[in-house]
C-alpha cells in the first residue's frame, strides 16, 4: 500500500518505533535499569518496574498503554521513585538508589532506523513538503539520534519532551510545529506507532492521522483512531514508475 499525501504540507512523525526501532532503544534499557535498581536498594524492584513500563520479559515487548510507550524519561523517573516508595524506601534512599542507577539509553549505538530514513525524508519533502519531529523523548538524545543518521538536515522543526510543551497525547505539540512552520492543521499528517501519537493527531484537528506497526501499537488499537495503518513509514514513499 502507498499513501497519497495530496494536499500535506507538513508531516509530523514520532520518532521511538515509527523511525527508530523502538525495541533495540528501550527493552535493553529497562532490563538494566531494574538489575541497576535491584541492586542499589537491595530489593527485588523488577516485577513492579517492569509492570509500570508495560515491558513484558517472557515475550520481550513492551505493550501499548504502558509506560514506555509514550512517557517522557522525566516522567518515568518520578513514577520510579514513587514505586521505589511503595517497596518501602524512605525519599532520601529513593533518590540515591535512582541516582547510582537511573540512565538514558545510548541514542547514538541505540539507534536503529527502521527504513532508509535519508530517501524517505528526501522524497516527502520533494514536493515542497515539510518534515517535523514530536517525540516523547528528551531534546539532547533526539538531536543526537538524528544527526548520527544523516536527517538532522532533512526535519524543519523537532518538538520534545523537555521543551516545555504539553506532551501527547495534547494536541500542543502538532500545534506548536504547525505555528512554527505556517502550516495549517488540516494541511497536517500525523503519523505515529502508538494510540497516544495518533489521539495528539486527532486532538489538533489534522487532515490525516496515519497508524504504523512498527511501535508499540497494533492493528487493532491503531485502526479505531487512524485514518490508514500501514506497515511501515515506508509505505509513505510513492513506489517508483
Do not use: N
Amino acid at each position: 500500500m502507498t499513501v497519497r499525501l495530496d494536499g500535506i504540507d507538513l508531516v509530523v512523525f514520532d520518532k521511538d518505533g515509527t523511525l527508530i526501532d523502538f525495541g533495540a532503544m528501550w527493552r535493553a534499557w529497562a532490563v538494566e535499569v531494574a538489575r541497576r535498581l535491584d541492586a542499589a536498594t537491595g530489593r527485588s524492584v523488577e516485577g513492579p518496574l517492569f509492570a509500570m513500563f508495560g515491558y513484558d520479559p517472557v515475550a520481550r515487548v513492551v505493550r501499548p498503554g504502558g509506560g514506555l510507550a509514550a512517557t517522557p524519561m522525566a516522567r518515568l523517573r518520578e513514577r520510579t521513585a514513587t514505586l521505589l516508595g511503595e517497596a518501602g524506601l524512605g525519599p532520601a534512599d529513593a533518590e540515591q538508589a535512582l541516582a547510582d542507577a537511573w540512565h538514558a539509553p545510548d541514542p547514538v549505538a541505540l539507534a536503529h532506523p527502521l527504513v532508509d530514513l535519508v530517501p524517505l525524508l528526501r522524497g516527502l519533502r520533494a514536493d515542497g513538503r515539510r518534515i517535523a519531529i514530536a517525540t516523547s523523548d528528551d531534546r539532547a538524545p533526539t538531536e543526537r539520534t538524528m544527526a548520527a543518521l544523516g536527517m538532522a538536515d532533512l526535519v524543519d522543526a523537532t518538538v520534545c519532551a523537555d521543551d516545555g510543551v504539553a506532551v501527547k497525547p495534547a494536541p500542543d505539540m502538532v500545534l506548536d510545529l504547525c505555528r512554527r512552520l505556517s502550516v495549517r492543521p488540516d494541511r497536517t499528517a500525523v503519523v505515529g506507532d502508538s494510540v497516544a501519537d495518533l489521539a495528539m493527531g486527532r486532538a489538533a484537528g489534522v487532515a490525516m492521522v496515519v497508524g504504523v506497526l512498527t511501535g508499540v501499537g497494533d492493528a487493532a488499537a491503531l485502526g479505531d483512531m487512524a485514518d490508514v495503518v500501514v506497515a511501515s513509514v515506508a509505505e509513505l514513499l510513492p513506489t517508483p514508475d
